[in-house]
T-cell receptor
Framework: DAGVTQSPTHLIKTRGQQVTLRCSPK?????VSWYQQALGQGPQFIFQ???????QRGNFPDRFSGHQFPNYSSELNVNALLLGDSALYLC????????????FGQGTRLTVV | AQSVTQPDIHITVSEGASLELRCNYS??????LFWYVQSPGQGLQLLLK??????LVQGIKGFEAEFKRSQSSFNLRKPSVHWSDAAEYFC??????????????FGTGTLLAVQP
């Protein structure tokens, strides 16, 4: 079982650019959530996807958007990058069919310069 | 407002000593509680969870936690700390939406250092 996989592991972008991060959920999971973890902070919920739709959203601007594909994998897109978007972005997967905790990937470290 | 408070930002313990990390939560619905551990630059690994039933839950690596509804607390304990336990520990609260874990609200974390 591969667990939750994220790509890339590290990324450096310039202010104003756009970035796409990718996540493959754990086998058997159909729900994907994204979190932003700034340095020295706990993770903050961005949004959650199920059945290719955004189900819940945290307090993040519209520059943050996502997508879920039929195979349950997901992308996080951030437009017009700001220096403050530098963080570790974590993907978590879980299942609607049974009570499960969220399993996290190793994250993508995004640095905006 | 929903929130998680971890009052201890940084704790240092000696190897072999006991450990207790504090967590208090504020949550309107029935809480589901979690402790995760994070090594530097890594993702989060689940240590243990409380969904219902026995309020003392056992986790991996010898950790346990006790849910106290009257105190809105979910403190993490370990009787004897090993040097490999040095990491950052996060308490989180959520709910079940459908069957899957709802959005998690995390505390700011407690950084554990272990001295020889």
């Amino acid at each position: 079982d591969a667990g939750v996989t994220q790509s890339p592991t590290h990324l450096i972008k310039t202010r104003g650019q756009q970035v796409t991060l990718r996540c493959s959920p754990k086998s058997g999971h159909d729900t994907v959530s994204w979190y932003q973890q700034a340095l020295g902070q706990g993770p903050q919920f961005i949004f959650q996807y199920y059945e290719e739709e955004e189900r819940q959203r945290g307090n993040f601007p519209d520059r943050f958007s996502g997508h879920q594909f039929p195979n349950y994998s997901s992308e996080l897109n951030v437009n017009a990058l700001l220096l403050g978007d530098s963080a570790l972005y974590l993907c978590a997967s879980s299942s609607q069919d049974r009570n499960t905790e969220a399993f996290f990937g190793q994250g993508t470290r995004l640095t905006v310069v | 407002a929903q929130s998680v408070t971890q009052p201890d930002i940084h704790i240092t313990v000696s190897e072999g000593a006991s450990l207790e990390l504090r967590c208090n939560y504020s949550y309107g619905a029935t809480p589901y509680l979690f402790w995760y551990v994070q090594s530097p630059g890594q993702g989060l690994q689940l240590l243990l969870k409380y969904f219902s039933g026995d309020t003392l839950v056992q986790g991996i690596k010898g950790f346990e936690a006790e849910f106290k509804r009257s105190q809105s607390s979910f403190n993490l304990r370990k009787p004897s700390v090993h040097w490999s336990d040095a990491a950052e520990y996060f308490c989180a609260v959520g709910a079940l939406y459908g069957g899957a874990t709802n959005k998690l609200i995390f505390g700011t974390g407690t950084l554990l250092a272990v001295q020889p």
